[in-house]
């Protein structure tokens, strides 16, 4: 007795959503690159040149000295050491494989980032004082500005925090964006080496934190998130960055961007607990998957 085939139909999807996914993370990283220039003047200006540099605004230099802390390399991998310290006393083997997939997530992600700094060779902000910059293989120290390694190694545990511990996983990744914001603050990267790394630290996570006969199932999970991440940024910073035409239209527009992204972040709540295997009717999900890209329409359009 034949075996029926398998219906096209879920392979058509997934590269569909694939293809969107690419194309959302391709306009928004092009969007951000115009954005690059104007942000890092915007830091140099409200930089004091001591001995050391130091940022004016207050808020600014918190997050660039405490980002940097919580970014260095030695104390994420410290953090997955007291992931496995706990399971160890406390004999709790989920915990103990969560350790683990954080270690090979800030692997994968340091490997990947390191190779792409010496294959594409951009100067670091501090090097460059017009748009135009040239792709270059380069061992040189300045000359490995994207992407970030900070923010993927960072991106790149928080995914897997967020995913296995679904409650403190905004937490998670809010922490990974604060570690990001400060590479920028400090005048170390750009705006589009943060995200370039974010991306590469979600796809890394999503690998990790399953398992790796379904790499191409987390790889799909991960374009999707990181399009949602960058795309998001990219219309919070565009907003931000530009002036309102109108001002009482301008901050309707925002305020019904704002409601609306806060309304779909809040309705996807209980599907983020509950984990993608729920049972209950998935409606809450898609008018999320509405409301959100409404909201960054409506505060970009301002």
């Not at 915990?95 to 010496?118: D, M, P, S, Y």
């Not at 790499?215 to 530009?242: D, K, N």
Request: net charge positive; proline share 6%; with cysteine.
């Amino acid at each position: 007795m034949s075996v029926p085939s398998q219906p096209s139909h879920p392979t058509a999807a997934a590269l569909a959503q694939v293809g969107c996914s690419c194309m959302a993370l391709g306009v928004s990283l092009f969007g951000l690159a115009r954005l690059d220039l104007p942000i890092t003047r915007y830091v140099r200006s409200v930089t004091i040149h001591l001995p050391w540099d130091q940022l004016t605004v207050p808020w600014m230099a918190f997050t660039s000295n405490w980002g940097d802390w919580i970014g260095q390399g030695w104390r994420l991998v410290f953090l997955s050491l007291f992931l496995l310290a706990m399971a160890w006393a406390f004999e709790k083997p989920h915990i103990n494989r969560v350790a683990v997939q954080t270690l090979i997530a800030h692997g994968i992600a340091a490997l990947l980032a390191n190779v792409l700094k010496h294959l594409i060779g951009r100067p670091r902000p501090k090097f460059v004082h017009s748009g135009d910059w040239q792709m270059s293989f380069s061992f040189v120290s300045g000359l490995d500005s994207f992407p970030s390694g900070h923010s993927t190694a960072s991106f790149a545990v928080a995914t897997v925090l967020a995913k296995r511990f679904p409650v403190v996983g905004p937490v998670c990744l809010g922490i990974a964006l604060f570690v990001g914001i400060s590479r920028v603050l400090r005048g170390s990267h750009f705006p589009t080496d943060v995200m370039g790394g974010a991306v590469i630290g979600i796809l890394s996570g999503c690998v990790a934190a399953a398992p790796l006969r379904e790499w191409r199932t987390s790889l799909q999970e991960g374009l999707h998130y990181a399009a949602i991440a960058v795309s998001s940024v990219f219309g919070v910073l565009w907003t931000l960055s530009h002036q309102m035409e109108d001002g009482m239209a301008g901050l309707a527009l925002v305020a019904v961007g704002t409601i609306s992204i806060v309304g779909g972040l809040w309705s996807r709540k209980d599907y983020w607990l509950r984990g993608t295997g729920s049972s209950h009717p998935a409606w809450p999900v898609t008018a999320s998957m509405l409301l959100m890209p409404f909201g960054i329409a409506a505060m970009t359009t301002s």
